[in-house]
């Protein structure tokens, strides 16, 4: 089924409809527009979805940039300006007393946080109690949900299979799965690039309520020629967490292992990512697993853990503590370069896609533009190159961010759906741009 490219239908979420518009990535929008009419089982499946579970919104099609073409920043990809030396820059004190307030002004129950460079810990701190009901704190080695940081991770996975020539980037995945993905033509179109870039052209939160409504993942799988398209793969940006979970299937299908134990074997042990874990069990049966919290009732409330978007592995599947992220935000920086090369994470954090405004990021004054690369965001924040993912699921926040021009990355973790996790990323640029500025 291939839907119109101009047109406006209603996305409909937990609290109200919020109307959006599907434009083609060459045209101009109209002032006419038509709704989007389907039928009930497809609607009920696609449309209405759980994005608010997301930290990362869905978006819709904007450009592509054309091949060999990148955004120029202030600051280059990679470069330290010189004579600029990292511990001059490394002064996050008033970040700190400012995450200290909110966190205790907010009386949020857990945050554990870090500021990290490719080879140093330069800040490591933990705040407040595991569950609200036991008292117990959070301590180096509490585990949190990351949530959608999980598809930094996938975005590894899918280069590393590449690097590996197990697969490509753009081949087909039909050569590798046995079943349709939208239409045929997408089908025979869509790669492993398209589906790591949220690029494959299917409609967006494509059976995210089927997930919540406790539907296996290969149930899902069976519907999903089902998937409408709105645009060729490729040519238009689409959030997804089901459809980005193919990532998954390839893995299975070319190794025959699951994407949980690729994972583990690829990425946690090499990286001593020691108490990193894949899958609900995992986290269920950690001793030191933070709890879920929810404000309800003029406070925090503990809430159910909810399993479902652990199916899908590679889009929400990573559990972590904040020691095991700061080796994730290190290896990102180029510290494991014998786990997570150079060429590798150039890649990665290269731009795809632009994404249209509209996401809690894109409200960041300083964002003057936004793209998806490979399980990553590239942000434009005030003239400088950021590489940026954040998560949520019920109970949980997450954010981790990257300056690779001046080596260094931060990393939160809430234990509780607050909105400062919306502004700690802003926050900590806007300190270290204030550090580079009195220099």
Not at 125 to 145: E, H, I, L, P
Not at 249 to 260: I, P
Request: aromatic share 10%.
């Amino acid at each position: 089924m291939q839907i119109p490219h101009d047109m406006v239908f209603f996305m409909a979420n937990h609290r109200a409809p919020t109307e959006r518009r599907i434009l083609p990535t060459t045209a101009k929008p109209r002032l006419s527009s038509i709704v989007l009419s389907l039928p009930p089982l497809v609607f009920m499946s696609l449309v209405l979805s759980s994005m608010p579970l997301l930290a990362d919104d869905a978006a819709f099609p904007t450009s592509v940039p054309e091949p060999g073409v990148q955004p120029v920043f202030h600051q280059l990809p990679g470069q330290l300006p010189a004579p600029i030396a990292q511990a001059d820059i490394a002064d996050f004190s008033d970040y700190k007393r400012w995450l200290q307030q909110e966190v205790s002004e907010q009386n949020i129950p857990g945050v554990a946080v870090a500021i990290v460079s490719s080879s140093d810990i330069l800040e490591l701190q933990t705040y407040g109690v595991r569950n609200v009901q036991d008292g117990v704190a959070v301590d180096n080695d509490t585990v949190f949900r990351i949530a959608s940081v999980s598809k930094t991770f996938a975005g590894t996975v899918a280069s590393q299979l590449v690097n590996s020539n197990v697969s490509t980037w753009d081949e087909p995945i039909s050569a590798t799965l046995p079943y349709n993905i939208g239409t045929d033509i997408a089908t025979q179109q869509m790669t492993l690039r398209h589906v790591v870039s949220h690029t494959t052209g299917l409609m967006p939160h494509a059976f995210s309520n089927m997930l919540d409504a406790g539907v296996a993942y290969d149930k899902i799988q069976e519907k999903f020629h089902e998937i409408p398209t709105v645009c060729p793969p490729g040519q238009c940006y689409g959030y997804q967490n089901v459809v980005f979970s193919l990532v998954a299937d390839v893995v299975q299908a070319s190794l025959r292992t699951t994407y949980d134990d690729f994972v583990v074997e690829n990425i946690f042990l090499p990286l001593g990512m020691t108490r990193a874990s894949m899958g609900y069990e995992a986290f269920r049966d950690n001793p030191n697993a933070s709890a879920p919290h929810q404000y309800r009732r003029g406070g925090w409330r503990l809430s159910s853990v909810n399993s479902a978007y652990y199916t899908t592995g590679p889009a929400a599947g990573v559990n972590a503590t904040i020691l095991d992220m700061v080796r994730w935000a290190q290896a990102n920086l180029g510290g494991y370069p014998e786990v997570m090369p150079r060429s590798l994470l150039d890649l990665q954090h290269t731009p795809v896609v632009e994404t249209p405004h509209g996401n809690y990021f894109n409200r960041w004054p300083k964002v003057e533009a936004a793209w998806y690369g490979l399980g990553w965001r590239i942000l434009d924040y005030d003239g400088m190159r950021v590489i940026h993912h954040g998560g949520g699921v019920r109970g949980y926040r997450s954010e981790i961010v990257l300056v690779p021009a001046y080596d260094i990355a931060l990393v939160v973790m809430f234990n509780a759906e607050t909105r400062l996790a919306n502004e700690v990323v802003p926050h900590f640029l806007d300190n270290l741009q204030a550090n580079i500025n009195a220099l």
